[in-house]
């Protein structure tokens, strides 16, 4: 079974510049997860995706950051404009239940 | 302030010795689960518990659930370099909502 794809793995930009992260989720998982980990802190949930509807959003800063997630599948994640604060790696989740969400190897961010 | 807090948040044991890592809920959870991680990547599954007193067991790792559910504890027997690492708690409270406390890093030192 194909596990969580993210991509990049890595990326360094510059403060104000904008980037984007892509995950496509395991196939078949309804719930779709963004987190983002500032190191040395444990995953701090972003948005949930329910299908291709947000179940909470509530940590997510709309004023620099947006999720979508087309036809229930794929996801993007974006940061515009950056800050030296969005520096963490980010996972994207999946499941089929809440139970045994599985992970992407994430995408670490480097805002210089 | 913090809604699960794990403890310690560093731990760093002499191969062969037992530890535990604890994980502690400001509210009843439906459900808690345990990852691993190691530096740099995604988070590994292993272990969900959901019934208060539940007790989980895979190779040399035992998690419980007390039976308030609000308190979990992972044990490791005779510990080994390949448990080295960084353990998270996951809690969900309803709505399918899984958040996680801040992490354990494991050292093993031989």
């Known amino acids: 079974e194909a596990g969580v794809a993210q991509s990049p793995r890595y990326k360094i930009i510059e403060k104000r510049q904008s980037v984007a992260f892509w995950c496509n989720p395991i196939?078949?998982?309804?719930?779709l997860y963004w987190y983002q980990q500032i190191l040395g802190q444990g995953p701090k949930l972003l948005i949930q995706f329910q299908n291709n509807g947000v179940v909470d959003d509530s940590q997510l800063p709309k004023d620099r950051f947006s999720a979508e997630r087309l036809k229930g599948v794929d996801s993007t994640l974006k940061i515009q404009p950056a800050k030296l604060e969005d520096s963490a790696v980010y996972l994207c989740?999946?499941?089929?239940?809440?139970?045994?969400?599985?992970f992407g190897q994430g995408t670490r961010l480097t805002v210089v | 302030s913090q809604e699960l807090e794990q403890s310690p948040q560093s731990l760093i044991v002499q191969e062969g010795k037992n530890l535990t890592i604890n994980c502690t809920s400001s509210k009843t959870l439906y459900g808690l689960y345990w990852y691993k991680q190691k530096y740099g990547e995604g988070l590994i599954f292993l272990m969900m518990l959901q019934k208060g007193g539940e007790e989980k067991s895979h190779e040399k790792i035992t998690a419980k659930l007390d039976e308030k559910k609000q308190q979990s504890s992972l044990h490791i027997t005779a510990s080994q370099p390949s448990h080295a690492g960084i353990y998270l708690c996951g809690a969900e409270w309803g709505a399918q909502k899984l958040v996680f406390g801040q992490g354990t890093r494991l050292t093993i030192n031989p």
């Open positions: 989740a999946s499941s089929y239940r809440v139970t045994e969400a599985f």
């Open positions: 196939s078949g998982h309804a719930t």
